[in-house]
C-alpha cells in the first residue's frame, strides 16, 4: 500500500489507502473546525475567507487564514522534497515513513494539548494540522501519481460528476470511469465517515483524538517501512 509507486500499484490498493488516509483526514478537519472554527483541509475555502476578509478590513484574520494555506503548501513541499530524495536513493520505505512522520507530528500535538485546553493554543493546532494534511495529500498524490487525493474534496466531487456521465457513453469509457468512480466514491464517503467519527470522539475524548489518530497511521505505516526493508 505505501510501496508500490504508479502504474506497479492496483485499484484495491489504492481503494485501501484512498479509504484509511481520506477517514483520518476528515477526522482531522473536523476536529480542526470544533476547536478553531477553521477547516485544515479545505484550502478553497480558506482562501476564499482569505479574500472576503481582507476585502471587509479585518487584516490579521485574514492573513490568519492564508497562514493555513501557506501551512498546507509547506507540509506538501517539505514532505515533496523528502520522497524525491528518498527516491533518488532508491529508499523503498519512503512513503511509509513520510506517513510514519505524520504520525509522529500528531503525537507531539497531542502531547502538548492533554496538558492543556486545545482552545487555549488554537491558532498553533490549526497551523500544524494544516501542515500534516498538506504533508499527507502529497503522500497520497506522488506514490498513486495523483490517482489519490485524500484530502481534495471538491476535485473528488467534480470528478465523480463526470465519471457518473462517462458511464452513458460508450463500453470503453465506461470501463475506464468505473474503476475512478469506485475510488472517488470511496474517498469522499471516508472523508466524510471519518469527519462525523472525529467529531464524535472529540466530544467523549478530547485531545486524545490525535493520539487515536497518530496510532492508526502508525499501524498503517510501520509494518509498510518494514517490509520494505525486509525486501
Known amino acids: 500500500m505505501l510501496i508500490k509507486v504508479g502504474d506497479a500499484r492496483t485499484t484495491n490498493i ?24 477553521s477547516f485544515t483541509a479545505n484550502m ?54 513520510a ?5 509522529i507530528i500528531l503525537l507531539l500535538v497531542s502531547a502538548a494539548f492533554v496538558m492543556s485546553s486545545p482552545a ?3 491558532t498553533f493546532l490549526v497551523i500544524v ?3 500534516v494534511m498538506g504533508l499527507q495529500n502529497a503522500v497520497t498524490t506522488m506514490i498513486s501519481r495523483a490517482r489519490v487525493r485524500t484530502t481534495h ?8 460528476g463526470i465519471e457518473l456521465a462517462a458511464l452513458a457513453g460508450d463500453e470503453m469509457a465506461r470501463r475506464d470511469a468505473t474503476p ?39 499501524l498503517i505505516a510501520v509494518p509498510e517501512a518494514l517490509r520494505a526493508h525486509r525486501s
Do not use: P
Not at 476528515?26 to 473546525?33: T, Y
Not at 485574514?62 to 529508499?91: D, H, N, P, Y
Open 153 to 160: 474534496v471538491s476535485g473528488m466531487a467534480t470528478d465523480i
Open 99 to 103: 506517513i510514519t512522520a505524520e504520525a
Open 129 to 131: 494540522l494544516s501542515f
Open 180 to 218: 475512478k468512480l469506485w475510488l472517488h466514491s470511496l474517498t469522499l464517503a471516508c472523508f466524510t465517515v471519518g469527519g462525523l467519527c472525529g467529531a464524535l470522539l472529540f466530544q467523549f475524548v478530547g485531545s486524545w483524538i490525535f493520539i487515536i489518530a497518530a496510532t492508526l497511521l502508525l
Open 14 to 37: 489504492d481503494l485501501v489507502l484512498a479509504g484509511l488516509l481520506s477517514s483520518v483526514a476528515g477526522a482531522l478537519n473536523a476536529v480542526g473546525f470544533l476547536i478553531a472554527g
Open 44 to 97: 478553497t475555502g480558506n482562501i476564499s475567507a482569505f479574500a472576503d476578509l481582507l476585502a471587509g478590513g479585518a487584516f490579521l484574520i485574514a492573513f490568519s487564514f492564508l497562514g493555513l494555506v501557506i501551512a498546507f503548501i509547506g507540509g506538501a513541499g517539505m514532505v515533496a522534497l523528502a520522497i524525491q530524495a528518498g527516491e533518488r536513493r532508491k529508499l523503498r520505505s519512503i512513503y511509509a515513513l
Open 120 to 122: 487555549e493554543h488554537e
